[in-house]
């Protein structure tokens, strides 16, 4: 019995615009996992609601962008009654650090979660060096 | 229920976190706060019928089962968040565990005519109004 944890609601973060949108929507920060593999930096964030379609990620600058755009026609002619969280876009950036191999990048969408891989680029994998 | 020794803090975190927990939802109070149990769930009303819209990003559709009874839908299930070995953890946001979460509408419903569908980590439940609670108009003869 002690081992069995109960799901707790995070509340959603909004993001801190660093720009005016000109869109009214309001974006939140998605949940993210990181961890690194032997293989390369691994990002997992939760997007409930984007359509594969509709998720961009891009590499500037060292720079990792995801953006998920809502599709809020689904919500048109609904009444509210009882609402427990909001909807918006989803929008998240993180500072790399070392080289990634961004023509490798490999993005999956499964049940609202973004899993993304970014191998490390040739140079920049730790080697082992044998000694003779 | 027997507790097992084997973390005596564990144990002890759990029983704060249920508390909290207890604190946290609406059981005690009938007001619409914003604040429920997991997951969070929105109702809507398409014309005579209801709609509840539920996020649940990384469940999978095996791990999630819907009941329903009478004018209550009940929806429990596990999230699971998985890390392959040998895997260097740098940031850790996502929680797995159990949920399970009763959702009782104020109209009637047709148990028959539910419908849920499950996209993207949004669960879709449609609740059609039961055609004996809908207002009927009376004629005047």
């Known amino acids: 019995m002690a081992s069995k944890k109960e799901l707790q609601v995070t509340q959603k973060r909004e993001l801190e615009k660093k720009e005016e949108t000109t869109i009214p929507a309001r974006i939140f920060v998605p949940n993210a996992d990181i961890y690194e593999t032997k293989d390369g930096l691994n990002v997992v964030l939760e997007m409930p609601g984007v359509d594969k379609s509709s998720v961009d990620v891009?590499?500037?600058?060292?720079?990792l962008k995801v953006d998920g755009k809502l599709?809020?026609?689904?919500?048109?002619g609904l009444q509210p009654l009882y609402t427990?969280?909001?909807?918006?876009?989803?929008?998240?950036?993180?500072?790399?650090f070392g080289k990634i191999d961004q023509s490798k990048i490999a993005a999956?969408?499964?049940?609202?979660?973004?899993?993304?891989?970014?191998p490390l680029?040739?140079?920049a994998k730790p080697r082992a060096i044998q000694v003779n | 229920m027997i507790m097992g020794f084997a973390d005596p803090f564990d144990t002890l975190l759990d029983l704060q976190r249920s508390l909290e927990a207890s604190l946290a939802s609406d059981w005690?109070?009938?007001?619409?706060?914003?604040?429920?149990?997991f997951p969070p769930i929105n109702v809507f009303q398409q014309g005579d019928d209801i709609l509840a819209i539920i996020e649940l990003p990384g469940v999978s559709k095996s791990d999630l089962q819907i009941e329903a009874k009478e004018n209550t839908i009940r929806i429990f299930g596990k999230k699971n968040v998985d890390y392959p070995e040998e895997a260097s953890l740098h940031r850790r946001e996502r929680v797995s565990g159990e949920f399970d979460r009763t959702l009782s509408v104020p109209v009637q419903i047709e148990p028959d005519g539910?419908?849920?569908?499950?996209?993207?980590?949004?669960?879709a439940?449609?609740?059609?109004?039961?055609?004996?609670?809908k207002p009927r108009t009376i004629k005047i003869s």
């Open chain 1, 58 to 63: 891009r590499v500037e600058d060292d720079v």
């Open chain 1, 71 to 76: 599709d809020f026609s689904k919500y048109r």
């Open chain 1, 84 to 96: 427990e969280y909001n909807v918006g876009h989803f929008s998240r950036s993180f500072r790399l």
């Open chain 1, 108 to 118: 999956e969408l499964k049940d609202g979660v973004l899993s993304l891989m970014l």
């Open chain 1, 121 to 123: 680029a040739e140079k």
């Open chain 2, 28 to 37: 005690l109070q009938d007001l619409t706060t914003s604040r429920g149990p």
């Open chain 2, 114 to 123: 539910i419908k849920a569908e499950y996209r993207d980590g949004i669960l």
């Open chain 2, 125 to 133: 439940l449609f609740l059609p109004r039961a055609e004996s609670d």
